[in-house]
T-cell receptor, first 114, second 110 residues
Framework: GQQVMQIPQYQHVQEGEDFTTYCNSS?????IQWYKQRPGGHPVFLIQ?????EVKKQKRLTFQFGEAKKNSSLHITATQTTDVGTYFC??????????????FGTGTRLTIIP | NAGVTQTPKFRILKIGQSMTLQCTQD?????MYWYRQDPGMGLKLIYYSVGAGITDKGEVPNGYNVSRSTTEDFPLRLELAAPSQTSVYFCASSHGREAFFGQGTRLTVV
């Protein structure tokens, strides 16, 4: 089945430093989604990218979808303590029924040193 | 707006006991999912459903069962609980785009 890997698994940064997590799929994706899970919380949807090479921004967060639609990245500029959490990418995978289910990446846990 | 509701929030089970984790969504989503998340780890798909009456296994289905008799409900059944099933369980629903997650059920098997 489809494999979605993320690197790094953990990242500790000083507050104010930048942070990037990378997502790589074993198959071409029709779209990629990003989620954030705060400590003790549940995953919350951040954004979806659909087009090859697409770049979207949300304040200090920049999301990019690779040209081959097999990889993606999330970059946070000037991290703040509110950015703490685990960031997951997720991509659709064909099911036995002909539609798609969501496969999550392994996640990157971000901790901030104040 | 209730979204995805999971009950219970916490549960302690003894080895060999059984229980059902409840999940209800009020967004009329076709897709529903059950994930488990072990401490410090990612989300592993247990079962999913693409509509009422249609379910399929994910990557870690052993020891679990599901049913989907209505669009709204997607209960997860644990038979003969084992310590390896100690985890946080998340239910999610989707209309094919973003997934909405419940608050999770923290299960401990002792």
């Amino acid at each position: 089945g489809q494999q979605v890997m993320q690197i790094p698994q953990y990242q500790h940064v000083q507050e104010g430093e930048d942070f990037t997590t990378y997502c790589n799929s074993s198959t071409t994706l029709s779209n990629i989604q990003w989620y954030k899970q705060r400590p003790g919380g549940h995953p919350v949807f951040l954004i979806q990218l659909v087009k090859s090479g697409e770049v979207k921004k949300q304040k200090r967060l920049t999301f990019q979808f690779g040209e081959a639609k097999k990889n993606s990245s999330l970059h946070i500029t000037a991290t703040q303590t509110t950015d703490v959490g685990t960031y997951f990418c997720a991509g659709p995978e064909k099911t036995n029924f002909g539609n798609e289910k969501l496969t999550f990446g392994t996640g990157t846990r971000l901790t901030i040193i104040p | 707006n209730a979204g995805v509701t999971q009950t219970p929030k916490f549960r302690i089970l003894k080895i060999g006991q059984s229980m059902t984790l409840q999940c209800t969504q009020d967004m009329n989503h076709n897709y529903m999912y059950w994930y488990r998340q072990d401490p410090g780890m990612g989300l592993k798909l247990i079962y999913y459903s693409v509509g009422a009456g249609i379910t399929d296994k994910g990557e870690v289905p052993n020891g679990y069962n599901v049913s989907r008799s209505t669009t709204e409900d997607f209960p997860l059944r644990l038979e003969l609980a084992a310590p390896s099933q100690t985890s946080v369980y998340f239910c999610a629903s989707s209309h094919g785009r973003e997934a909405f997650f419940g608050q999770g059920t923290r299960l401990t098997v002792v």
